[in-house]
């Protein structure tokens, strides 16, 4: 399989968003990928609170105040990315749009080999629909997202990969969206985590998928875990730590019609509260 030919990186505008950033032009350097820089402006709520940038300047409208913030962000970010690219000696594109938020991040990367984006800090959120970014991108876009922790250092991922096993749908989409990391990974291990919960474990039969990676040149194994009282996400993530995994790849599961916004428990979990990227595909 080639790698990826164009990489969608979103960005807020916040310091971590830089983070991410960074981490994407470093991978489209490694695959000779064009990367896509994203801002999105909210129809009605801002980026940040306007307070943040207008601090001291009386006399501003609100509707002034917002736009001239929203301004000041969407210059920090290209400033950022044009510079980005410079460094790595990438070419790019950058691109603003107007909308809601979460579907225009979405609509957008349904054009690119792979989405990145930050993931959300439930505790400190941002406005709008930019709080369901990574959902809305993994369940609505068609293709597989790389969600990056909100905290820690993000140097070099997938030498020693897990892949959350199952045998469903989802988690063989997952396989296949990651094969540009799995062929270049030291280490790769399909975990299964037992018992079965049938609520999102679609696959009746988990037959072991290392032949298929071996036959890819992969250098895989399998493994099994016990399902604990964190759940199956729990499982995967302290298997993940244990093995020294440096990306996890999962299956993103929903229980709902509205599934930008009803999660399955590991897809939730993953979003929310993953210290290690994982790459995660619906």
């Not at 749009?97 to 225009?104: F, I, L, R």
């Not at 406005?127 to 991108?137: H, S």
């Not at 140097?155 to 969206?177: C, F, H, L, P, S």
């Amino acid at each position: 399989m080639t790698g990826w030919r164009d990489i969608l990186v979103y960005l807020d505008g916040s310091p971590r968003s830089f983070v991410t950033l960074a981490f994407a032009a470093r991978l489209a350097r490694q695959s000779n990928a064009c990367l896509i820089g994203l801002h999105v402006i909210g129809f009605t709520l801002p980026t940040y609170d306007p307070s943040t940038y207008m601090a001291g300047r009386p006399g501003a409208s609100l509707a002034g105040e917002i736009a001239e913030s929203e301004e000041i962000v969407i210059e920090q970010c290209e400033q950022r990315f044009r510079a980005e690219l410079h460094e790595n000696g990438i070419e790019g594109e950058w691109h603003v749009h107007e909308g809601m938020v979460a579907a225009c991040v979405a609509r957008e990367a349904r054009y690119v080999d792979l989405a990145i984006v930050t993931q959300v800090d439930p505790e400190s959120p941002p406005l709008g629909t930019r709080r369901f970014v990574p959902q809305e991108t993994l369940f609505s876009s068609g293709r597989p997202v790389l969600v990056l922790p909100r905290t820690g250092s993000i140097e070099k991922i997938g030498t020693r990969i897990v892949i959350g096993w199952n045998g469903a749908r989802e988690a063989a989409r997952a396989a296949n969206d990651a094969m540009p990391f799995l062929e270049k990974a030291e280490q790769v291990t399909a975990v299964t985590v037992e018992p079965l919960n049938t609520y999102e474990d679609e696959g009746a039969l988990i037959e072991d998928i290392t032949p298929h990676l071996i036959r890819h040149g992969i250098k895989a194994t399998s493994a099994k875990c016990t399902r604990g009282e964190s759940g199956t996400s729990g499982a995967l993530f302290d298997y993940a730590i244990k093995d020294k995994a440096d990306l996890l790849v999962l299956g993103g599961y929903g229980h709902s019609r509205l599934r930008s916004l009803v999660l399955g428990g590991v897809s939730r979990s993953v979003l929310h509260d993953t210290k290690i990227p994982v790459l995660i595909s619906h």
